[in-house]
Structure formats: structure tokens, C-alpha cells
């Protein structure tokens, strides 16, 4: 069992936005506002997505948008497109002993 | 091309030992901590082990530590993973990862090699 919790699946067709929730506690999400995500192809490397709660890495699209309320964050992707199918995973600071959380993994799914 | 390339995974009987290797090209790999990452067969991500750019400091999960030991050899641009005492929960895809430095905090990865698999099986 991971550490955050996140939708085991959400789909949405072309054009338009879906929201991936990654539930923590006060220990990693709550805690910190170092949120990111991770985007991974099947068989393909993970990649980097969004940083610090909501910033984007040069190269990544502003459809990409990442936010955070209490214990939850959330990645939201507007214009939704083919090449967005994919699993992302949201990932958090978790303190200086524990250090990392991930979250299980979403199935992303353009209809 | 900025890449990280592993390699040395394969089949392992409990108990034994394997060492990865992680073969970094197209930026400065000594500047950068690194880390590993694995992902048991259909589940998560979760995070295992890092090292600074020395090899002064080293990080482990709890479910590897004492276990598993990350070093790196920064004149052959290669980060390294020794598993020894493998047990069956440590089959997983092996991936390295170069710290992002450009946020609040050096816990963001934002450089992944492609994995190998680890599977430790009788």
C-alpha cells in the first residue's frame, strides 16, 4: 500500500480537463509544499511534471496545473490529448526520516 | 544526449546479491546527487536510496537499509546499487534518478533512466 492515496483510474475525451486527487496526511502533503508529479508512458521513464506544489519544468505544458488544499493535491489537465494517456504519480516530501512518499499511481485514460 | 541508462538486473535467488549500475552521459554527473527508485510489478513508485555528489552522504528506505548500498564512481559518469540478503519484495524495476536542484526542495527527480528488472525468485 502506497504511502498517498490517488484514484486508481480517470479517463476524460478529447478537449477537456481532469483532476487527479493524492490524498496524504499532515506528515508529507500537509506538511510541506513540496508536491511534484510524474507522468510515466508504459515502459517508458517516469518524467517530470510539476514541482513545488504547482510549477512546471521548462517544457511541460501550462495545460499541466498542479494545486493543493490541506492533506490533498491535485494535478489538473486541461485540453486533454492522446499523448496524456498515461499514469501519473504524485510524489511529496515526507520529513527528514522518512524523506520521500509516492502516491500509487493513476491510470490516466483519453476516450 | 542527457541519459541515464541502467543495467544489471536479472533473476536472483532469496538471499543472494546483484549490483546495479547506472551509466549517466550528456551532463556534468558529478554535480548532481542521484537516487533510486523501484516499482514492484503493477504498483507504485517508491523511493530507495540517495547519494550525494561525494558519496559524504548517503540516504535509505528502511525496507533496504542495512541491505543495500548506493555508491558512485564520478570519473566513470556511473552510480551504482550493491543488493545484497535479496529477499522476494525487492522484485521490482530498478530505476536511477538525477536530483532537480531548481525547487524548494532536493527531493524532485527530474531525470529517469528506463529501469531494469530485478526479480528475486527460487
Known amino acids: 500500500q502506497s504511502a498517498l492515496t490517488q484514484p486508481r483510474s480517470v479517463s476524460g475525451s478529447p478537449g477537456q480537463s481532469v483532476t487527479i486527487s493524492c490524498t496524504g496526511t499532515?506528515?508529507?502533503?500537509?506538511?510541506?509544499?513540496?508536491v511534484s508529479w510524474y507522468q510515466q508512458h508504459p515502459g517508458r521513464a517516469p518524467k517530470f511534471m510539476i514541482y513545488?506544489?504547482?510549477k512546471r519544468p521548462s517544457g511541460v505544458p501550462d495545460r499541466f496545473s498542479g494545486s493543493k488544499s490541506g492533506n490533498t493535491a491535485s494535478l489538473t489537465i486541461s485540453g486533454l490529448q492522446a499523448e496524456d494517456e498515461a499514469d501519473y504519480y504524485c510524489?511529496?516530501?515526507?520529513?527528514?526520516?522518512?524523506?520521500?512518499?509516492f502516491g500509487g499511481g493513476t491510470k490516466l485514460t483519453v476516450l | 544526449e542527457v541519459q541515464l541508462v541502467e543495467s544489471g538486473g536479472g533473476l536472483v535467488h532469496p538471499g543472494g546479491s546483484l549490483r546495479l549500475s547506472c551509466a549517466a552521459s550528456?551532463?556534468?554527473?558529478?554535480?548532481?546527487?542521484m537516487h533510486w527508485v523501484r516499482q514492484a510489478p503493477g504498483k507504485g513508485l517508491v523511493w530507495v536510496s540517495r547519494?550525494?555528489?561525494?558519496?559524504?552522504?548517503?540516504n535509505y528506505a528502511d525496507s533496504v537499509k542495512g541491505r543495500f548500498t548506493v555508491s558512485r564512481d564520478n570519473a566513470k559518469n556511473t552510480l551504482y546499487l550493491q543488493m545484497n540478503s535479496l529477499r522476494a519484495e525487492d522484485t521490482a524495476v530498478y530505476y536511477c534518478?538525477?536530483?532537480?536542484w531548481g525547487g524548494g526542495t532536493d527531493w524532485y527527480f527530474d531525470l529517469w533512466g528506463r529501469g531494469t528488472l530485478v526479480t528475486v525468485s527460487s
Open positions: 547519494v550525494n555528489s561525494d558519496v559524504s552522504s548517503t
Open positions: 499532515s506528515s508529507d502533503i500537509g506538511g510541506y509544499n513540496f
Open positions: 550528456g551532463f556534468t554527473f558529478s554535480s548532481y546527487w
Open positions: 513545488d506544489v504547482s
Open positions: 510524489c511529496s516530501y515526507a520529513g527528514r526520516y522518512t524523506f520521500v512518499v
Open positions: 534518478a538525477r536530483v532537480y
